[in-house]
């Protein structure tokens, strides 16, 4: 997501409103975070169950957000957010007789050619001119290696497919690599222009299916609209039938520009536990982030972004709404934050006291820079010895983390975060932010869950957790043998912690997972809001 331990920013790509089972494409100006390093390949970002009438995209590719910053994780984690960039041929007809000039899928095979064979500059040089500045040939080459690091060698095109997308032409290219066959979507204008460049998973044969333990019969979904104008979010309210007011749970995604389901390839851990807690009389409501529909308006105030912008006011939102709702008990409204979400579950609750309590699904303590650095080195050293590519992936990793600590960090400063632009605003305001800290100050009932081989929020992070709140009657711990970073089993090979293969085979949060939340969920009535 971009997936590795790594901060990294995207630009904007055509966006075309899609079903619940599609991502659609949008410009993020979006941090991601290391912690959440999931293989997530995402590109195609879902803004899933949209009403037409509840959400007017405005996400059209402009030459200013041509960029486009991926997170392609799981391999170093957030491990190298990617941030990919497109290429295009800018041909221009040859004295007459003209030749046939190629079409944007032979265009894009060529692209995908050259970079195999190292051949950046011909690659930028079909850059416009916003990709041309911000990817030059050695950061394109930074990030073709990052891509061989998470996946492997090189091995041959599969596969080309085209289609038009609000006047540009996109073309997938499905590649074999060693570790995984992925697909190189290259965007064109109408110049032939390369104006978007990312990596999304080759089409999968697998798509999500209900898990068992979600009874579909028993609740019905409404799509709602989280917060105001001008941040207005595209979401869904699972309600359970029957009589209510519920207890409630709003859902907090990590980093990334996140869908309201939190879809990483096959895998959609929020839609697992929407559907899960609704079959057990609880009504969850999930959205999609800021950074994933608004993703170029944020772009253009980028100075300023913090945590606040990118998370934590539209969580507050979704409170709100949720204690307007006739169908929910405004006594038991809780705040469910996975990774980057967890880490910042008390800062949300902090500021608003209508949050009866905390579930913390895999949510960091440690500084970011140092989670980053710590994912790099555990990505980079699955391969055995760690080669050139590698080391220079740490180096770049802790110089990053050098520049975040500066004390001469400003606020307007360009963190250059793993090849990526960060503002020094983001972390900033982290700085004086210690989620255990601020969880140990509040009186509501948390429970915070650890998944024992998640190699992206680790041990240590949940020690810092346990070293604060230990002591507090009304915190709850569980950690869970054999799961990853999504609540899902690990498929890894060999004792210790996962791998970004993990994200690679379908799955499910599992039924211990949802039954335990659901169960502390249900234990805390509305008397537990005298607590606060």
């Known amino acids: 997501m971009r997936n590795h331990p790594l901060c990294l920013f995207y630009p904007p790509h055509p966006s075309s409103h899609q079903s619940s089972g599609s991502r659609t494409?949008?410009?993020?100006?979006?941090?991601?975070?290391?912690?959440?390093?999931?293989?997530?390949?995402?590109?195609?970002?879902?803004?899933?169950?949209?009403?037409?009438e509840e959400y007017n995209s405005n996400e059209s590719l402009s030459k200013k957000n041509s960029l486009i910053m991926i997170k392609?994780?799981?391999?170093?984690?957030?491990?190298?957010?990617?941030?990919?960039?497109?290429?295009?041929?800018?041909?221009?007809?040859?004295?007459?007789?003209?030749?046939?000039?190629?079409?944007?899928?032979?265009?894009?095979?060529?692209?995908?050619?050259?970079?195999?064979?190292?051949k950046f500059d011909p690659v930028v040089a079909s850059f416009?001119?916003?990709?041309?500045?911000?990817?030059?040939?050695?950061?394109?080459a930074e990030t073709w290696d990052s891509i061989l690091a998470q996946f492997g060698a090189f091995h041959s095109i599969e596969a080309t497919s085209l289609q038009q997308v609000q006047g540009y032409q996109v073309v997938l290219v499905t590649s074999k690599f060693e570790k995984a066959s992925i697909a190189l979507k290259w965007v064109f204008d109408a110049k032939l222009r390369v104006a978007g460049f990312f990596i999304v998973p080759a089409e999968s044969a697998a798509p999500w299916t209900p898990p068992d333990y979600a009874k579909p019969a028993s609740f019905h979904e409404l799509l709602v609209t989280v917060g105001d104008q001008p941040w207005q979010l595209s979401g869904t309210l699972t309600i359970p039938n029957g009589a209510g007011p519920f207890p409630a749970i709003v859902l907090v995604a990590g980093s990334?520009?996140?869908?309201?389901?939190?879809?990483?390839?096959?895998?959609?851990?929020?839609?697992?536990?929407?559907?899960?807690?609704?079959?057990?009389?609880?009504?969850?409501?999930?959205?999609?982030?800021?950074?994933?529909?608004?993703?170029?308006?944020?772009?253009?105030?980028?100075?300023?972004?913090?945590?606040?912008?990118?998370?934590?006011d539209d969580a507050r939102a979704a409170v709100t709404l949720l204690s307007k709702r006739p169908e929910i008990d405004p006594w038991r409204i809780f705040v469910l934050g996975h990774s980057l979400g967890g880490m910042l579950a008390p800062r949300i609750a902090q500021g608003d006291k209508k949050v009866a309590g905390l579930v913390i699904m895999a949510g960091n303590t440690l500084p970011l820079q140092q989670t980053i650095v710590e994912q790099v080195k555990y990505i980079v050293g699955l391969q055995g010895k760690i080669t050139p590519e590698g080391q220079k992936q740490i180096d770049d990793a802790e110089q990053s983390a050098k520049q975040i600590e500066s004390p001469t960090l400003a606020a307007e400063t360009k963190l250059n975060v793993l090849g990526s632009p960060v503002p020094g605003s983001y972390f900033l305001d982290l700085r004086s932010y210690h989620p255990a800290e601020v969880a140990a100050q509040l009186g509501i009932p948390m429970l915070i869950l650890r998944a024992d081989r998640d190699y992206q929020v680790t041990q240590q992070d949940y020690d810092g957790w346990k070293a604060t709140l230990s002591s507090k009657p009304n915190v709850t711990w569980k950690v869970y043998p054999g799961l990853f970073h999504l609540f899902m089993p690990s498929n890894s090979t060999g004792p210790g912690l996962g791998t970004p293969d993990d994200y690679q085979k379908p799955g499910h949060v599992t039924t211990q997972v949802i039954d335990d939340i659901a169960t502390w969920i249900q234990s805390r009535g509305p008397a537990s809001h005298a607590l606060r």
């Open 25 to 52: 494409p949008s410009y993020g100006f979006e941090l991601f975070l290391t912690i959440d390093a999931y293989l997530r390949l995402q590109s195609e970002f879902k803004s899933c169950n949209t009403a037409p």
């Open 72 to 118: 392609i994780g799981n391999a170093l984690t957030f491990l190298l957010p990617i941030v990919l960039v497109a290429v295009a041929f800018a041909a221009q007809p040859a004295a007459p007789p003209p030749p046939a000039a190629p079409g944007p899928e032979s265009l894009a095979k060529d692209l995908t050619q050259q970079l195999a064979a190292r």
């Open 128 to 140: 416009d001119e916003t990709m041309t500045a911000a990817l030059p040939s050695a950061a394109l």
């Open 256 to 312: 990334g520009p996140e869908d309201q389901d939190e879809t990483i390839l096959a895998n959609k851990p929020f839609k697992d536990i929407a559907w899960g807690l609704a079959s057990r009389n609880i009504a969850i409501l999930r959205y999609n982030k800021r950074t994933l529909q608004y993703a170029s308006q944020l772009q253009a105030q980028d100075a300023g972004l913090t945590v606040n912008q990118e998370t934590v």
